[in-house]
C-alpha cells in the first residue's frame, strides 16, 4: 500500500507566501515524476507544477515566476512554494507521483487527498 499526505494548506493574504508538503510512504521501489495539480471550484483539475527523478521541472504558466516545486529524494517529499499568491491561486491542491511498488514492481498513478488553500483579505 502506498500513501500520499499533503500538509500545508491555510488561508493567506494576497501577496504572502506558501509551502505545501507531500510525503509518499509505504510499499515504495522508487518514485517517479511528482506533482502538484490544483482544482478551483466548479473547475477541472490541473497540473500546476512537476519534478522529475533528475529534478527537471514544469510550470504552468498561471505560476511561473512564482513557484518553486523541489524534491527530497531520501524522503520521497514533494514541496511547492508560491508567492506573490493571488486571489486565483485559491484551490484544493494535491500531490500526484508515478511509484513503482516493491512488493511487485507494478508502477500506478497515486494521489494525495489535497489540501485546500485560500488566499484572501
Known amino acids: 500500500q502506498v500513501q500520499l499526505v499533503e500538509s500545508g494548506g491555510g488561508l493567506v493574504q494576497p501577496g504572502g507566501s506558501l509551502r505545501l508538503s507531500c510525503a509518499a510512504s509505504?510499499?515504495?521501489?522508487?518514485?517517479?515524476?511528482m506533482a502538484w495539480y490544483r482544482q478551483a471550484p466548479g473547475e477541472q483539475r490541473d497540473l500546476v507544477a512537476s519534478i522529475t527523478t533528475t529534478g527537471s521541472t514544469f510550470y504552468a504558466d498561471s505560476v511561473k515566476g512564482r513557484a518553486t516545486i523541489s524534491r527530497d529524494y531520501a524522503k520521497n517529499t514533494v514541496y511547492l512554494q508560491v508567492d506573490s499568491l493571488k486571489l486565483e491561486d485559491t484551490a484544493v491542491y494535491y500531490c500526484?507521483?508515478?511509484?513503482?511498488?516493491?512488493?511487485?514492481?507494478?508502477?500506478?498513478?497515486?494521489w494525495g487527498q489535497g489540501t485546500r488553500l485560500t488566499v484572501s483579505e
Open positions: 509505504g510499499d515504495i521501489f522508487n518514485v517517479q515524476t
Open positions: 500526484n507521483a508515478g511509484i513503482q511498488r516493491f512488493s511487485d514492481r507494478v508502477i500506478s498513478s497515486y
